[in-house]
């Protein structure tokens, strides 16, 4: 890989990161379980992608 798709990986990786704490926080917060649910589905699917992103390197 180029040094210049090295940093689109790390940054790829440090925005899904960011998402997945973030849904992660909205599901412990909400208080409508319908919503919490659907929090945790996408922290769950932002984790899956930062693992792929994750298994380039």
Same mark, same amino acid.
């Given at each position: 890989?180029?040094?210049?798709?090295?940093?689109?990986?790390?940054?790829?990786?440090?925005?899904t990161q960011?998402?997945?704490?973030?849904?992660?926080?909205? #599901?412990?917060? +909400?208080? !409508?379980?319908?919503? *919490?649910?659907? #929090?945790?589905? +996408?922290? !769950?699917?932002?984790? *899956?992608l930062f693992?792929?992103?994750?298994?380039?390197?």
């Open positions: 890989m180029s040094p210049k798709e090295l940093l689109y990986i790390e940054d790829a990786l440090g925005h960011f998402l997945t704490q973030q849904c992660r926080e909205a #599901a412990r917060t +909400l208080r !409508d379980p319908a919503l *919490a649910r659907q #929090a945790q589905s +996408l922290a !769950d699917s932002n984790q *899956a693992n792929r992103f994750y298994n380039l390197v």
